[in-house]
Structure formats: C-alpha cells, structure tokens
C-alpha cells in the first residue's frame, strides 16, 4: 500500500545520503552530501547577505505598502531558514557525535553526543524545512503576481541591464 503521509522522505537517486568515493589505496570513502551542501549554502547565505549590505537593491517601484511589507519580509525570512537550516543541520548531525568533513578539506569535529539535543535540532531542521517549501511558494507567488498579473516590471529591476538587440 502507497504511504500517503505528507512526512518528507528521501530522494530515490540517493541524494541526500553519503555518496561512495575512492580513497586512497582503492578503499571506497563517503561525502557526507547533506552536511557538505549545508555548509557550502551557509557560506553562500552569509556571503549573499554582506553583498547585500554593501551593494543595495535598486530603488523599488511604487507599489502598495503592504506588498513592499510582505515583499521584504519574505526575502528576510528567507535569508534566516536559510541561515536556519545548515546551522540546525550542522548541529544535528555534530550533537550526534559525528565529524563533519568539508570536502575532506578539513574535518569539523562533532560534539559529546546528545540524543535530547539532537532531536530538538531534528525538530528546528524538519520546522525550516518546512518553511523553506512554504517561503519558496509565496516567493513563486510573488513573482507570478509581478510578472503575469501586475506586470509592473518588479522583475526587470531585479535582472542585469540587457543591451537592446539591434537588428539591422
């Protein structure tokens, strides 16, 4: 019988699980996918959040100020589950007592392992990802609403400038 549940579950091409690697004298070795990703994304989300301090978005087009309220406070709420999930990740897997290795650049040691703490993590990581498919939505929303509905040009100011083709 199908399981109808709306509970989350793995990928059936194996992502989100440790994929095989040669290691050295021919012994196969892990990437840990799940922890390697979530920190490659934390490093993109902080990274993304100093452009955006230093580098301001252009001046907004006027629209009413409960949209340019929701429009803000999404891409904020964004910005934390994003930050939200690689640290709660993290922090599930280290209170574990597992070693994180980056790329097998270098290892990130776990912690004492924890089993209360990490299923309070298991439970903040499964609340972002959550909220990550809830905030993805209203942001597809968003941009339908500018793009098909409003068509106000929201999404021109958002996309580099395109020298106009000349046809000759």
């Known amino acids: ?8 579950r793995r990928p059936a091409s194996g992502l989100g ?10 012994q196969a070795r892990s990437v840990p996918v799940p922890q390697v990703g979530g920190l490659t994304i934390l490093a993109l989300v902080v990274a993304r959040i100093l452009w955006r ?4 978005p252009p001046p907004e087009v006027s629209e009413p100020a409960g949209l340019a309220l929701i429009a803000r406070v999404s891409h904020w709420l964004l910005y934390a ?3 939200l999930m690689p640290v709660s990740g993290f922090l ?3 209170f574990n007592g597992s070693t994180t290795q980056f790329f097998y650049l270098f290892p990130i040691p776990g912690f004492e392992k924890s089993e209360a703490i990490r299923n309070l993590f298991q439970s903040v990581h ?3 990802q959550w909220a990550v498919y ?9 941009t339908v609403w500018h793009v098909a509905i409003r068509r106000d040009g929201v999404l021109d100011r958002m996309l580099p400038q395109q ?6």
């Open 81 to 83: 589950v994003f930050l």
């Open 134 to 142: 809830a905030l993805v939505l209203l942001h597809i929303a968003g």
């Open 126 to 128: 499964l609340a972002g």
């Open 163 to 168: 020298k106009p083709l000349i046809r000759g």
């Open 1 to 8: 019988m199908a399981d109808l549940s709306l509970r989350p």
């Open 17 to 26: 699980r440790h994929q095989p690697r040669q290691g050295r004298g021919g």
């Open 53 to 56: 301090t230093f580098n301001p």
């Open 92 to 94: 599930l897997s280290a």
